[in-house]
Structures are given as structure tokens and as C-alpha cells.
């Protein structure tokens, strides 16, 4: 123990390790190093500045935050600081700030600022904002307004006006409006969607008025939700 109030009379418990003022409720097993912490409960690791800070069960914080519920990870000012639930990690300044999900992961400042959703992941600057279960949100911006159930959104702006349920959005700037859309944008415009259980591809190719020897064209087969080609042999107007 080291550091004024240090001698274990406020609520320090064994093999536990303290360094910083006035700490209260050190548990079991646990590493407090913050002054005028709230508590470090067992197995923690409660590393901050400010004071106020809080470790719950299993958790790991480190930064100006706290880790209220048991076996989270938050690192960076704020990060997961609000209504956080069970086994989430929030890395960075403002990371799962307010209502992270249980079993989510937000990695970059403001990353899923406003509620994440279960099972989430978000990493980058303002990813992942008002996310459903299950979504992925990689990139700056990517998924910024909301991003729905079981949505991918990979790139910078990606599904940035609010992602939709189902849907895949790859690429700067591609944005699925309708539901059960894929995006794929590699063009330097926005790309987005117009009906629902569509597929947008930018950029092709523009071969002209013919069709080269040995090239192939492709099929969809609705039924099996297949892509298929067939060999072209000569030329074809």
C-alpha cells in the first residue's frame, strides 16, 4: 500500500495492491491505482484519474471512466462509462459511452458514442452510432447515424446515413437506404440503394458495343440465390 490512507481501514481486502489516496473497497485479487476511487471490486484491475472511478467484478479500467458492470474492459476518458452491460470492451475517448451492449466491442474516439447494440463490434472514429444486435461497423463514420441488425458497414462513410437492417455496405460512401441491400461501392461518389433485396456494384467496366472473345457472362439463379457464368465463344453484338 502506498499513498495517504493506505493502511487498509477503508475496506482494503487480501492480495489486493493499492497505490493512490484514499481508496475504498479494494476486493480480492485486485490492483487499485487511482485516488479516491469508489472500489475495486474482486479479480479488477482499477487504473484512473479524477477519482470517482470503479472496477466491478473481473472488469479492467483504466482512464478517466469507470467499469460498472463485472468483466469489462474500458480504457480512455468515458469509455463505456454509461450503462454499459456484461463482457463489452471500450477503447478509446468516449468508446460505448452510453448504453454499450453486452458481449460488444468499441475500439476508436466516439466509437458506438450512443448505444450498441448486443454482440456489436465498431471500430474507428464515430462508428457504429444507435446499432442493432450483431452489426459490424469498421472505418471512419462508418454506420455514423444508426446501423441496423445483422449489418456490416466497412469504410470511411460507409451506410453513414443510418444502415439498414440486414443489409452490407462495403466501400467509401456506399449507403443501403432499403433493407437487405449490398452496397459495394469503389467509385468517388455515393452509391446507394433504391429497392429492397437489391445489389449495387460501382465501379464496372464499359466494354462498348460488343462483348470480347473469351469473355463470360453471368447469371443469377433466384432460387438458389446463385452467381454463375457462361463462356462466350467469339463475338457477340
Given at each position: 500500500?502506498?499513498?495517504?490512507?493506505?493502511?487498509?481501514?477503508?475496506?482494503?481486502?487480501?492480495?489486493?495492491?493499492?497505490?493512490?489516496?484514499?481508496?475504498?473497497?479494494?476486493?480480492?485479487?485486485?490492483?487499485?491505482?487511482?485516488?479516491?476511487?469508489?472500489?475495486?471490486?474482486?479479480?479488477?484491475?482499477?487504473?484512473?484519474?479524477?477519482?470517482?472511478?470503479?472496477?466491478?467484478?473481473?472488469?479492467?479500467?483504466?482512464?478517466?471512466?469507470?467499469?460498472?458492470?463485472?468483466?469489462?474492459?474500458?480504457?480512455?476518458?468515458?469509455?463505456?462509462?454509461?450503462?454499459?452491460?456484461?463482457?463489452?470492451?471500450?477503447?478509446?475517448?468516449?468508446?460505448?459511452?452510453?448504453?454499450?451492449?453486452?458481449?460488444?466491442?468499441?475500439?476508436?474516439?466516439?466509437?458506438?458514442?450512443?448505444?450498441?447494440?448486443n454482440k456489436n463490434i465498431s471500430i474507428g472514429t464515430l462508428t457504429g452510432n444507435l446499432s442493432g444486435e450483431k452489426s459490424i461497423c469498421i472505418g471512419e463514420n462508418a454506420g455514423y447515424s444508426s446501423c441496423g441488425i445483422n449489418s456490416i458497414s466497412i469504410g470511411y462513410n460507409a451506410g453513414y446515413t443510418g444502415?439498414?437492417?440486414?443489409?452490407?455496405?462495403?466501400?467509401?460512401?456506399?449507403?443501403?437506404?432499403?433493407?437487405?441491400?449490398?452496397?459495394?461501392?469503389?467509385?468517388?461518389?455515393?452509391?446507394?440503394?433504391?429497392?429492397?433485396?437489391?445489389?449495387?456494384?460501382?465501379?464496372?467496366?464499359?466494354?462498348?458495343?460488343?462483348?470480347?472473345?473469351?469473355?463470360?457472362?453471368?447469371?443469377?439463379?433466384?432460387?438458389?440465390?446463385?452467381?454463375?457464368?457462361?463462356?462466350?465463344?467469339?463475338?457477340?453484338?
Amino acid at each position: 500500500n502506498i499513498g495517504n490512507s493506505s493502511d487498509g481501514t477503508l475496506g482494503q481486502s487480501r492480495y489486493s495492491v493499492h497505490l493512490g489516496n484514499n481508496a475504498f473497497n479494494i476486493g480480492d485479487y485486485s490492483t487499485d491505482l487511482c485516488s479516491n476511487s469508489i472500489e475495486s471490486s474482486v479479480y479488477s484491475v482499477n487504473v484512473g484519474v479524477g477519482g470517482g472511478n470503479f472496477a466491478a467484478t473481473g472488469s479492467i479500467n483504466i482512464g478517466k471512466t469507470s467499469a460498472y458492470t463485472d468483466y469489462c474492459i474500458n480504457i480512455g476518458e468515458s469509455a463505456g462509462f454509461t450503462g454499459q452491460q456484461t463482457s463489452s470492451i471500450a477503447i478509446g475517448y468516449n468508446s460505448g459511452s452510453f448504453n454499450q451492449g453486452s458481449g460488444s466491442i468499441c475500439i476508436g474516439n466516439s466509437a458506438s458514442l450512443t448505444t450498441s447494440g448486443n454482440k456489436n463490434i465498431s471500430i474507428g472514429t464515430l462508428t457504429g452510432n444507435l446499432s442493432g444486435e450483431k452489426s459490424i461497423c469498421i472505418g471512419e463514420n462508418a454506420g455514423y447515424s444508426s446501423c441496423g441488425i445483422n449489418s456490416i458497414s466497412i469504410g470511411y462513410n460507409a451506410g453513414y446515413t443510418g444502415l439498414t437492417n440486414n443489409s452490407i455496405a462495403i466501400g467509401s460512401n456506399s449507403v443501403p437506404y432499403n433493407v437487405n441491400n449490398i452496397v459495394v461501392n469503389a467509385s468517388n461518389t455515393t452509391i446507394s440503394s433504391s429497392y429492397d433485396n437489391a445489389t449495387y456494384i460501382s465501379s464496372m467496366a464499359n466494354l462498348g458495343d460488343t462483348i470480347p472473345e473469351n469473355y463470360y457472362k453471368i447469371y443469377y439463379n433466384p432460387t438458389t440465390f446463385e452467381l454463375c457464368y457462361v463462356r462466350i465463344i467469339g463475338f457477340v453484338v
